[in-house]
T-cell receptor, first 113, second 111 residues
């Protein structure tokens, strides 16, 4: 099992550019989520999905889109990058019925200039 | 979700037990106690959780007081690789809301 994988590890964008952060898991987990971590602020939930075809917003969804066409993949799209989106992004997944036992990916470090 | 209080930092000698406390005096009957840790620059790692009974797995033990107002995570033989920020989280077993990681306890294990 590779667990939860995220690509890229690092990314630098200019303001206004768009990009997709990739997340995949090979554990057949139904629940997947995206967090961002800023210094001194802990992790904040951006979007989550309880299964293929189902997504919902978390605490800080503005400026981000998600889709879940397969169980394995949960990409996060930045529509028009802004410096405020400079952060470390973590994807996580968990087994059905145990949403709080989450397996996290290694993170994507994004800088928007 | 109930609020948790943890000491900001703790030290432990390698090979000794690390006992990390957490207060959660406002915990509700349906809320579990979860422990995660985050090693520098890595994603958070789930450790263990419990409702009211003590729990043990290959990573750690979790002791919850009878009134459930506090708990202790025990790493029985700490190693240098256990140096990390440890988070105690109290939450009901339901999807759709974030895990609130707070500031946690920075555990420093030294040789």
């Amino acid at each position: 099992n590779a667990g939860v994988t995220q690509t890229p590890k690092f990314q630098v964008l200019k303001t206004g550019q768009s990009m997709t952060l990739q997340c995949a898991q090979d554990m057949n987990h139904e629940y997947m989520s995206w967090y961002r971590q800023d210094p001194g602020m802990g992790l904040r939930l951006i979007h989550y999905s309880v299964g293929a075809g189902i997504t919902d917003q978390g605490e800080v969804p503005n400026g981000y889109n998600v889709s879940r066409s397969t169980t394995e993949d949960f990409p996060l799209r930045l529509l028009s990058a802004a410096p405020s989106q400079t952060s470390v992004y973590f994807c996580a997944s968990s087994v059905p019925g145990r949403p709080n036992e989450q397996y996290f990916g290694p993170g994507t470090r994004l800088t928007v200039t | 979700d109930a609020k948790t209080t943890q000491p900001p930092s703790m030290d432990c000698a390698e090979g000794r037990a690390a006992n990390l406390p957490c207060n959660h005096s406002t915990i509700s009957g349906n809320e579990y106690v979860y422990w995660y840790r985050q090693i520098h620059s890595q994603g958070p790692q789930y450790i263990i959780h419990g409702l009211k009974n003590n729990e043990t797995n290959e990573m750690a033990s979790l002791i919850i007081t009878e009134d459930r107002k506090s708990s202790t995570l025990i790493l029985p033989h700490a190693t240098l690789r256990d140096t990390a920020v440890y988070y105690c989280i109290v939450k009901a077993n339901q999807a759709g809301t974030a895990l609130i990681f707070g500031k946690g306890t920075t555990l420093s294990v030294s040789s």
